[in-house]
């Protein structure tokens, strides 16, 4: 499975954007959303399942942040919304055959290239 992602860029603090990540192949996986800052661990940020009957978010963009999916467009979604400096990260798609693997910030199976988020403060 590839995945490429798109829809990062450069915000103001409070603004919004909204990553897109497509997938090569229809997939019954699970789909998540990490990121990872200069210097940092690559952490653990949103994961649905195939069917979005299981969210999960990270504590730090709960309230803020929002994960989908469209089946029929191989596709998942992350709005973000009341964006902060310390969101400016490479956000990298991930697919894997199990939700908590994601969601327990485990490696997933597959990745993307990853897209940049720049919040300037």
């Known amino acids: 499975v590839q995945l490429v992602e798109s829809g990062g860029g450069l915000v103001q603090a409070g603004g919004s954007l909204r990553l897109s990540c497509v997938a090569s192949e229809e997939t019954f996986y699970s789909l998540g959303w990490f990121r990872q800052a200069p210097g940092k661990d690559r952490d653990f940020v949103a994961a649905i399942n195939w069917s979005g009957s299981s969210i999960a978010y990270a504590d730090s963009v709960k309230g803020r942040f929002t994960i989908s999916r469209d089946n029929k467009k191989n596709a998942v979604y992350l709005q973000m919304n009341m964006l902060k400096p310390e969101d400016s990260a490479v956000y990298y798609c991930?697919?894997?055959?199990?939700?908590?693997?994601?969601?327990?910030?485990?490696?997933?199976?597959?990745w993307g290239q990853g897209t940049q988020v720049t919040v300037s403060s």
């Open positions: 991930c697919a894997d055959r199990a939700f908590n693997k994601i969601s327990r910030n485990q490696p997933a199976d597959y």
